[in-house]
């Protein structure tokens, strides 16, 4: 059983920064891939980024150079660094974990976090 709670959202306007956290507690964090995703109004959940546990890393394509996702096996935390802000990255978004790799779609994720808002305004 895993535990995820994120934080670190909020309102920025458009060119602006972000930093998430998830932070995760049960066990054997350094065994999952962890994913960012998000939804936003009237939309399904997409998927943003995953990091394995050795660090490989895959983006969807419309934050590819703005957004970093990283990990901290010792502080069992994962990071989702968002930067050059958009509108349109205004959405809910969540933490999730999993055993399996190279796994976009929410469906394959066991573990979820309660969500922490982003707002961009233009």
């Known amino acids: 059983q895993v535990q995820l709670v994120e934080s670190g959202g909020g309102l920025v306007q458009a060119g602006g920064s972000l930093r998430l956290s998830c932070a995760a507690s049960?066990?054997?964090?350094?065994?999952?891939?962890m994913g960012w995703f998000r939804q936003a109004p009237g939309k399904e959940r997409e998927f943003v980024a995953y990091?394995?546990?050795?660090?490989?890393?895959t983006y969807k394509d419309s934050v590819k150079g703005r957004f970093t996702i990283s990990r901290d096996n010792a502080k069992n935390t994962v990071y989702l660094q968002m930067n050059s802000l958009k509108p349109e990255d205004t959405a809910v978004y969540y933490c999730?974990?999993?055993?399996?790799?190279?796994?976009?779609?929410?469906?394959?994720?066991?573990?979820w976090g309660q969500g922490t808002q982003v707002t961009v305004s233009s």
């Open positions: 999730a974990a999993t055993r399996a790799l190279y796994r976009v779609e929410p469906s394959d994720y066991d573990y």
């Open positions: 049960g066990r054997s964090f350094v065994n999952y891939v």
């Open positions: 990091i394995s546990w050795a660090g490989g890393r």
